[in-house]
Nanobody, 121 residues
Framework: QVQLVESGGGLVQPGGSLRLSCAAS????????MGWYRQAPGKQRELVAI???????KYADSVKGRFTISRDNAKNTVYLQMNSLKPEDTAVYYC???????????????WGQGTQVTVSS
């Protein structure tokens, strides 16, 4: 079984920064893309960023230039550096192992428990 454990959320003021981490179990990490999704109250879960096994990245338009996704295969960990945070970034952030098919990325059934990010003054 794959286990994903997120950490690093919290309360931050607008314009501030946070770094999220997601630790994955097992030896399958190196062959998976890893991604971050988020879900705000009353809204659907949405893709934030993906990093592939060869280091390619994809970002939602709303976070481009502000968020950076990266991974450390040796530590089985993926990170999300979030800068210039806005109130609309407030959400529960989830780690996932997305899958590529039909020329698009789709969230898999592997989810972490989520970590709350609140951007407020």
């Amino acid at each position: 079984q794959v286990q994903l454990v997120e950490s690093g959320g919290g309360l931050v003021q607008p314009g501030g920064s946070l770094r999220l981490s997601c630790a994955a179990s097992g030896n399958i990490f190196s062959i998976y893309a890893m991604g971050w999704y988020r879900q705000a109250p009353g809204k659907q879960r949405e893709l934030v960023a993906i990093v592939t096994s060869n280091g390619s990245t994809k970002y939602a338009d709303s976070v481009k230039g502000r968020f950076t996704i990266s991974r450390d295969n040796a530590k089985n960990t993926v990170y999300l550096q979030m800068n210039s945070l806005k109130p609309e970034d407030t959400a529960v952030y989830y780690c996932n192992l997305p899958e590529w098919h039909n020329r698009n990325w789709y969230a898999s059934d592997y989810w972490g428990q989520g970590t709350q990010v609140t951007v407020s003054s």
